[in-house]
C-alpha cells in the first residue's frame, strides 16, 4: 500500500504485477479507482460553461455519449485531463484526477462563479458519496451481464447509462485506462463491496483485483497519457499527441483558454511531439535524456517500463518536431537505478548527477515507434484516422 492523494493505494494485491497485467489482457481486472474524482454540472448552461474550460465539442455530444477532454489554462497547457459524458442537455458527468482534484475544483468554481455573476445557469455536485470501479479486459462485459438486466451488448464505447447493477443504481460508462474493452462503474458507497465481490464471484475467478502497478503498466502499454508524466501544466494537447480530442467546431471557433496557442500550434505544428519507444538494454525512466546519433539532446522521457505483454521495454516522451517519425533512431542515457532513486530523493546536486551522466551512463539503442494518439481495442479506429504524422501501428 502506498500514499497517494491523501489515499491509501495498493500496488498490487494477491497477483505480480506482470501476471495482473497479463490477467487482464487475457480474462480481466477489476480496479478500485475510488479516489478518482466524479462530479456533475447540472443546468441549461453547462455545456456553453464547460466550453470554456476544456477542448471538446461538449454542446456537439449527444445525451449518452462522452469523450477524453483536456482543461486547458491561457498559455494552452494541460491543467488535468478527463473523460466526460453528456447524461442530457442540462447535466454533464466527468472525472477528474485525483491528484489534480484540488487544482481542477478550485479552477471550475472560480470560473463557475464568473460565469454565474453573468447570468449563466449552472451548478454542480462532487459526488463524494459514490465509489468507482473500473472493470477492464475480454470478460468486463459477460461478467458484468450477470449483474444487470440491461443489455450491455447496445452499449458502445464511450457511452453512458444510469441503470441498476447487482440492486444499486449505477453511472455505467464503457471506457477504461488500459486499452482493452472494460466499465467505470460509479457505485453508491455503501454498495461498493457488494458490487465488487459479486464481479469476482461471477467470473469464477478468472477476474482478479489489480492494483496501480499493473493499471501504469496497462496504460503505457497502450499508449495513455499520466497526467503528471506525459502531461503536465506546459505540455498542450496538440504536443501531448491530443489533436484528435479537439472538437473540430472548436478548432474552428476557438472560445476555450488557451485557444490562440493551440490553434496556432494545428496551423503550424507543435515544436515537440510525444512518441513511444520500444527499447533494449535497462528500461527507461521518466527524465531520461533521449539524445539523436550524434548526441545531440533531442527531447526527455515522460514514462517507462518493461512491457509484461510485449516482453520488451516500452516508453513515452517528448521529442523534437521532425525527429518523430516511425523509425527514427536515437538513444537514452540512463543512471543506474540507485543514484536514479538518489536524485528523485534529493540525495545527491544536480552538479553531481550531471556528472555522473557524463561518467556512468548506460546507452540503450532504441527505436521511435510511433506517435502516440490513442489507445488500443475499440479506440483503434479513432487513433488512425486522426492522428497525423507518425506510424498508427497499434500495440498489442
Not at 471538446?56 to 491561457?74: K, R, Y
Not at 467546431?249 to 490553434?263: D, S, T, Y
Request: aromatic share 6%; charged share 25%.
Amino acid at each position: 500500500m502506498v500514499p497517494f492523494a491523501g489515499w491509501s493505494m495498493p500496488i498490487q494485491y494477491k497477483d505480480s504485477i506482470m501476471d495482473s497485467t497479463v490477467n487482464c489482457r487475457q480474462n480481466g481486472g477489476l480496479f478500485d479507482v475510488s479516489h478518482m474524482c466524479g462530479l456533475s454540472l447540472k443546468g441549461k448552461d453547462c455545456a456553453s460553461f464547460l466550453e470554456k474550460l476544456v477542448i471538446a465539442d461538449v454542446a456537439g455530444l449527444a445525451p449518452g455519449t462522452g469523450t477524453l477532454t483536456v482543461f486547458t489554462n491561457e498559455k494552452g497547457g494541460a491543467i488535468d485531463d478527463s473523460v466526460i459524458t453528456k447524461v442530457k442537455d442540462d447535466h454533464i458527468y466527468l472525472v477528474v484526477n485525483a491528484g489534480c482534484r484540488d487544482k481542477d475544483l478550485a479552477h471550475i468554481e472560480e470560473h463557475m462563479k464568473a460565469f454565474k455573476a453573468k447570468g449563466g445557469d449552472v451548478s454542480w455536485h462532487i459526488h463524494d458519496e459514490r465509489s468507482l470501479l473500473a472493470l477492464q479486459g475480454p470478460l468486463a462485459a459477460p461478467v458484468l451481464q450477470h449483474l444487470t438486466k440491461d443489455d450491455l451488448s447496445k452499449l458502445y464505447f464511450g457511452e453512458f447509462r444510469i441503470l441498476d447493477i447487482n440492486g444499486a443504481t449505477c453511472y455505467l460508462t464503457r471506457t477504461g485506462y488500459t486499452g482493452e474493452d472494460g466499465f467505470e462503474i460509479s457505485v453508491p458507497s455503501e454498495n461498493a463491496l457488494d458490487l465488487a465481490k459479486a464481479i469476482l464471484e461471477k467470473s469464477e475467478g478468472k477476474v482478479r483485483l489489480t492494483g496501480l502497478g499493473a493499471r501504469d503498466s496497462l496504460r503505457l502499454e497502450a499508449g495513455l497519457c499520466l497526467y503528471g508524466n506525459d502531461m503536465e501544466q506546459h505540455i498542450t494537447p496538440v504536443e501531448a499527441g491530443l489533436t484528435w480530442a479537439i472538437g473540430k467546431r472548436r478548432r474552428a471557433e476557438g472560445g476555450f483558454l488557451g485557444a490562440e496557442v493551440i490553434l496556432k500550434q494545428l496551423a503550424d505544428g507543435p515544436s515537440i511531439r510525444r512518441v513511444g519507444f520500444i527499447s533494449t538494454g535497462p528500461p527507461p525512466r521518466s527524465h531520461s535524456e533521449i539524445q539523436d546519433e550524434k548526441g545531440d539532446n533531442i527531447g526527455e522521457i515522460t514514462s517507462g517500463g518493461f512491457s509484461p505483454c510485449l516482453k520488451k521495454n516500452i516508453a513515452m516522451g517528448y521529442v523534437k518536431s521532425g525527429l518523430h517519425k516511425a523509425g527514427t533512431k536515437a538513444k537514452i542515457l540512463e543512471l543506474i537505478s540507485a543514484r536514479v532513486n538518489a536524485y528523485a530523493s534529493g540525495c545527491i546536486d544536480e552538479g553531481l548527477w550531471k556528472e555522473l551522466i557524463a561518467t556512468e551512463e548506460s546507452v540503450i539503442g532504441i527505436e521511435v515507434m510511433h506517435s502516440y494518439g490513442g489507445s488500443t481495442g475499440l479506440k483503434s479506429n479513432i487513433f488512425a484516422e486522426e492522428v497525423t504524422g507518425g506510424s498508427t501501428s497499434n500495440m498489442p
